[in-house]
């Protein structure tokens, strides 16, 4: 079954289910009244069209192929119905079940702390794996799906796949050459493939298939598809102004010392630096993850930032989800059930445990007196503490320098 949403004349909602009400809950979009929302909809025995002041909808009754137009009949895309094209796969979803005290076995990588459990697979719900297949223009080039470290500006042609992971950050939305967007609205794992046939996103888990398709006023409009987008999801935060500024970092420094050595180097030879990182192993030993610095290698941290920020400096520090067991936060997380199976991550899929992680690092690495720049914590789980007022009521050193004004 198909449902198409008018959010605006610029913003059209499909949603594909198996008859089932729309489910209107969303991992990412915040609203979907964005204002006029004047529509026409006409049918006879071979399509079924719809129609706003920026976009035209067909969907071909024998088929199930839908085109995306312009209302002047200018080509935007092709979803494919039929075998390989959209569909819907049942599936069972699959969780695993814990023992309250199961034991965990923990070894150390190049990339740190690992654990794992031994669970029992069980069945949690009935959900669907869906199925997409584009028609692109030859000519049209494709952007987006997130931050992916491979140098790819246009995708056609390419593969990707989309899951979160350290130096991969996948966002769902496709941009096209042609002035429009298509944002998949889910949270799970998908796999996008372009090649002669077209192209295909394969999402591994919905219980509907929601996707958005955001139009600008004509080909090569990024600015009125990414309005159409933030009317959608909301603004982007903007970040401290020292983030546009320059920011240095290595794995790893490794002492209060070295790191006001680092920033005193860089004022010698008159190098602007706004933002030092504090990389992983700020801990005390084999503690990992704990959100507190060792005293032997930062015996002083007020004067670290005191030293710091009277140079225009900010600190940048990297914390962890994953524990040691012999950490002192972890005891606190595992106390109160706010770790994952392995016994080791934080959960982050309960509030209670995200607000105890943040009152953790505030009362440790990041209390407020220390005026951080921002937080950048680590691998399975991302996040950002903003900390307002001096970041945000300066230029970045190197953005003065650029506009002529020396700082000292």
Not at 152 to 171: A, C, E, M, P
Not at 340 to 367: H, I, K, M
Request: aromatic letters at 8%.
């Amino acid at each position: 079954m198909l449902t198409l949403e008018v959010c605006s004349p610029t913003v059209v909602r499909l949603v594909v289910n198996h008859g089932e009400p729309v489910d209107d809950r969303s991992w990412s979009i915040l609203t979907r009244d964005l204002g006029a929302r004047a529509w026409h909809m006409s049918y006879d025995d071979e399509a079924v069209v719809l129609t706003t002041s920026a976009v035209r909808v067909e969907v071909d009754r024998a088929s199930g192929d839908i085109e995306w137009r312009r209302p002047d009949g200018g080509r935007l895309f092709d979803l494919r119905n039929g075998p390989g094209g959209r569909r819907l796969v049942p599936k069972d979803v699959l969780r695993t079940r814990f023992a309250p005290h199961a034991d965990a076995t923990v070894r150390m990588s190049a990339d740190g702390i690992r654990s794992s459990a031994d669970g029992k697979a069980v069945v949690d719900r009935h959900a669907f794996a869906a199925h997409l297949r584009f028609g692109w223009a030859p000519d049209e080039s494709l952007h987006g799906l997130g931050q992916h470290d491979d140098g790819l500006l246009d995708l056609r042609g390419t593969s990707q796949y989309l899951y979160q992971q350290n130096t991969k950050i996948s966002v769902p939305v496709l941009v096209s050459s042609y002035g429009y967007a298509v944002v998949v609205d889910s949270g799970s794992a998908m796999a996008f493939a372009d090649d002669a046939d077209g192209g295909r996103l394969d999402v591994d888990t919905v219980d509907q298939l929601d996707l958005y398709v955001v139009v600008g006023a004509e080909p090569g409009d990024y600015p009125g598809v990414l309005a159409g987008l933030t009317a959608l999801a909301g603004p982007a935060p903007i970040p401290p102004k020292a983030i546009f500024g320059y920011v240095q970092s290595k794995e790893r420094y490794g002492s209060q010392a070295e790191l006001v050595d680092v920033a005193e180097e860089f004022a010698r030879r008159g190098i602007p630096l706004d933002v030092l990182v504090l990389d992983w192993q700020s801990w005390t030993g084999e503690l990992w993850g704990q959100k507190t610095l060792d005293p032997d290698r930062f015996p002083d941290p007020d004067a670290l930032m005191n030293t710091l920020h009277a140079d225009g400096t900010h600190l940048m520090v990297s914390i962890w989800p994953t524990l040691n067991k012999d950490a002192p936060d972890h005891a606190e997380l595992e106390a109160h059930g706010y770790l994952l199976g392995n016994r080791a991550t934080y959960d982050p899929f309960q509030p209670g445990a995200r607000s105890l992680y943040w009152r953790q690092a505030a009362a440790g690495a990041v209390p407020a007196r220390y005026r951080l720049l921002v937080v950048r914590l680590q691998r399975a789980v991302r996040g950002r503490l903003d900390r307002r007022g001096q970041a945000h009521g300066r230029r970045s050193r190197s953005a003065q320098r650029r506009r002529g004004t020396e700082v000292r």
